[in-house]
Nanobody, 122 residues
C-alpha cells in the first residue's frame, strides 16, 4: 500500500522560510511526477510546483523566484523550499505523486499526502 507522509509546515512571519517534505512509502519501485498543491477555504486546490523524475520543474506564477522544488529519487521524497513567504501563501499544502510503479509491476495513480498547514502571519 502506497502512502505519502508529509512533514514541515507551521507558522512563519512574512519574509520567512519553511521547508516541506513528502516521502512516498510502500512497495514502490519508481515514482513519476511529484508535486505540491495548496488549498484555502472555499477555493479549489491549486498547483504550486511539480517536478518530473528527470528533474524538469513547473511553478505557479505566484511562487516563481521564491519557491524551489527538489526530489530524491532514491528516497522517493520530494521537497518544497519556500522563501520570502507572504500572507497569501497561507494554505494547507498537499503533496502528490501522479504515478508509481509497484514491486508487483503495477502502475498505480494519483496519491496524496495528508496535508500540512502553512500560516504566514506577523
Amino acid at each position: 500500500q502506497v502512502q505519502l507522509v508529509q512533514s514541515g509546515g507551521g507558522l512563519v512571519q512574512p519574509g520567512g522560510s519553511l521547508r516541506l517534505s513528502c516521502a512516498a512509502s510502500g512497495s514502490i519501485v519508481d515514482t513519476y511526477t511529484m508535486g505540491w498543491y495548496r488549498q484555502t477555504p472555499g477555493m479549489q486546490r491549486e498547483l504550486v510546483a511539480s517536478i518530473t523524475r528527470g528533474g524538469n520543474t513547473n511553478f505557479a506564477d505566484s511562487v516563481k523566484g521564491r519557491f524551489t522544488i527538489s526530489r530524491d529519487n532514491a528516497k522517493n521524497t520530494v521537497y518544497l523550499q519556500m522563501n520570502s513567504l507572504k500572507p497569501e501563501d497561507t494554505a494547507v499544502y498537499y503533496c502528490n505523486v501522479d504515478r508509481v510503479v509497484t514491486m508487483m509491476g503495477r502502475v498505480e495513480f494519483d496519491f496524496w499526502g495528508q496535508g500540512t498547514q502553512v500560516t504566514v502571519s506577523s
